[in-house]
């Protein structure tokens, strides 16, 4: 079965980056579509951005538009967002998922996503 395993998260400035990775195994991660949540305390989970399986179409919330950049390395079996000019409304414990059902609208329904990872924290305080 595919298992998804998220990284990269932790503790950084106003205006700073992060990048996560969503690394996969025991499948490859080829034929999936990887999306991209986020849950901060309080809230509901919510869709942040979301990629097709080889990266022709991706979708992003308006809140990280223009800031965050979903890509995919297939050869590598990873999955990555870049988070640039963070807010600290963006603080979040974020998490990756993978389904094959609906690319174009990958971040409509959570219950498309058959496969979750566990999760990383990120914080974006002064």
């Known amino acids: 079965q595919l298992q998804l395993v998220e990284s990269g998260g932790g503790l950084a400035q106003p205006g700073g980056s992060l990048r996560l990775s969503c690394a996969a195994s025991?499948?490859?991660?080829?034929?999936?579509?990887i999306g991209w949540f986020r849950q901060a305390p309080g809230k509901g989970r919510e869709g942040v951005s979301c990629?097709?399986?080889?990266?022709?179409?991706?979708n992003y919330a308006d809140s990280v538009k223009g800031r965050f950049t979903i890509s995919r390395d297939n050869a590598k079996n990873t999955v990555y967002l870049q988070m640039n000019s963070l807010k600290p409304e963006d603080t979040a414990v974020y998490y990756c998922?993978?389904?094959?059902?609906?690319?174009?609208?990958?971040?409509?329904?959570?219950?498309?996503?058959?496969?979750w990872g566990q999760g990383t924290q990120v914080t974006v305080s002064s």
């Open positions: 025991g499948s490859t991660l080829d034929y999936y579509i």
């Open positions: 998922a993978a389904q094959t059902t609906d690319a174009r609208m990958c971040l409509s329904n959570l219950r498309h996503y058959n496969y």
């Open positions: 990629i097709s399986s080889f990266g022709s179409v991706t």
